[in-house]
C-alpha cells in the first residue's frame, strides 16, 4: 500500500477552476493506477477518474468528460485532478486512491483501489 495525502481544495465560483493534487508515499507509485472519488453529504461515494501507471490511460465518469483532466508526475509522486467549468453539484469531499494492482494498463471504475487518502473538499458557489 501507499500512504496519499490529497490538498488543493477550496472554495470557488461556479464556471471556475482548481486542480487537486495527491501525493503519495511508498516506492511503488510509479507502478500504480490511480484514481479519484467524490463524496458529497448524503450522497454515495463516485468515481470520478483514473490514470494508469504510465500517464498512458485515462477514463473518466460521463459527468466529467471534457471538464476534468487526471494528469501524473511520477518523478513527484503526485496526481493531479484538473477541474474546469465547475458547477456547484461537484461541491464534494475529493479522494485519491491508488490501485492494488500493479502495473495495469487499462484503468477502469472496477480497478482495485486499496490505498486512500483522507480527502480534500471543493465548494462551489452558484
Known amino acids: 500500500q501507499v500512504q496519499l495525502v490529497e490538498s488543493g481544495g477550496g472554495l470557488v465560483q461556479a464556471g471556475g477552476s482548481l486542480r487537486l493534487s495527491c501525493t503519495a508515499s511508498?516506492?511503488?507509485?510509479?507502478?500504480?493506477?490511480m484514481g479519484w472519488f467524490r463524496q458529497a453529504p448524503g450522497k454515495e461515494r463516485e468515481f470520478v477518474g483514473a490514470?494508469?501507471?504510465?500517464?498512458?490511460?485515462?477514463y473518466y465518469a460521463d459527468f466529467v468528460k471534457g471538464r476534468f483532466t487526471i494528469s501524473r508526475d511520477n518523478a513527484k509522486n503526485t496526481v493531479y485532478l484538473q477541474m474546469n467549468s465547475l458547477k456547484p453539484e461537484d461541491t464534494a469531499l475529493y479522494y485519491c486512491?491508488?490501485?492494488?494492482?500493479?502495473?495495469?494498463?487499462?484503468?477502469?471504475?472496477?480497478?482495485?483501489?486499496?490505498?486512500w487518502g483522507q480527502g480534500t473538499q471543493v465548494t462551489v458557489s452558484s
Open positions: 490514470i494508469n501507471w504510465s500517464g498512458g490511460n485515462t
Open positions: 511508498g516506492r511503488t507509485f510509479s507502478s500504480r493506477g
Open positions: 486512491a491508488a490501485d492494488g494492482e500493479l502495473l495495469r494498463l487499462t484503468m477502469s471504475p472496477l480497478a482495485d483501489f486499496d490505498s
